[in-house]
């Protein structure tokens, strides 16, 4: 959980979502989620949404919506074990495409976020003794 504070950076360089404006303003700058700059052991996720269509010759698509736990390295964030899937959403709407509303599933997903914002929740930590 930690790993990103002992890589190498060269100054002027982005390498990873650490060194970018936004992660410092947003996330490092804000007390709530990293008090006194330093994450601690603050677990920072992406959510991910985009359609795909499964076959070439249907005109229907599927919408996965995903998390990215970027605490973790960068050759491993990205790999299927890594990614948390929250569900799929099936065809529907107009021609079987694109969801006519993603706000029901948006609202439950916020408000898990809250929630976990709010009161936290335990976890192992197994590079921590």
């Known amino acids: 959980m930690s790993w990103w504070r002992e890589r190498p950076v060269t100054q002027g360089v982005y390498s990873d979502v650490y060194d970018g404006t936004w ?13 006194n700059g330093d994450l601690g052991r603050n677990t920072v996720i992406g959510f991910s949404g985009d359609g795909v269509s499964p076959m070439k010759d249907k005109p229907y698509s ?3 919506l995903a998390l990215i736990c970027y605490n973790l390295p960068g050759h491993l964030r990205m790999t299927l074990p890594a990614l948390w899937l929250l569900c799929i959403i099936p065809p529907h709407g107009p021609n079987n495409g694109e969801p006519d509303d993603f706000q ?7 408000d898990e976020m809250r929630m976990l914002f709010h009161y936290g929740v335990e976890v192992l930590d197994g590079s921590w003794k």
């Open 23 to 35: 992660f410092k303003q947003r996330i490092l700058g804000d007390p709530n989620i990293a008090p």
């Open 62 to 64: 599927m919408w996965p």
């Open 104 to 110: 029901p599933f948006l609202n439950m997903f916020a």
